[in-house]
């Protein structure tokens, strides 16, 4: 998921309210598969520091995410 922000570990949230609050989500993806992503950030996130992350559970917990920094 994409997140507007570092959210930390959301875990006992349903997986469809963590759905709500992404600006974008990929599904399941497998050990050595890959799946692409075209996503164009509103300005309204310009300086903003989204976090990409996996919420399935102790992915977050185990490092499973990244933020960005979006300058204008």
Known sequence: MIMPKAEGNMSGMA???MDKMALAAVDNISPGETK??????PAST???QPEFACYLPGHYEAGMKQEAHITS
């Open 15 to 17: 997986m469809g309210n």
């Open 36 to 41: 692409m992503l075209d996503y164009t950030f």
């Open 46 to 48: 310009a300086n903003s």
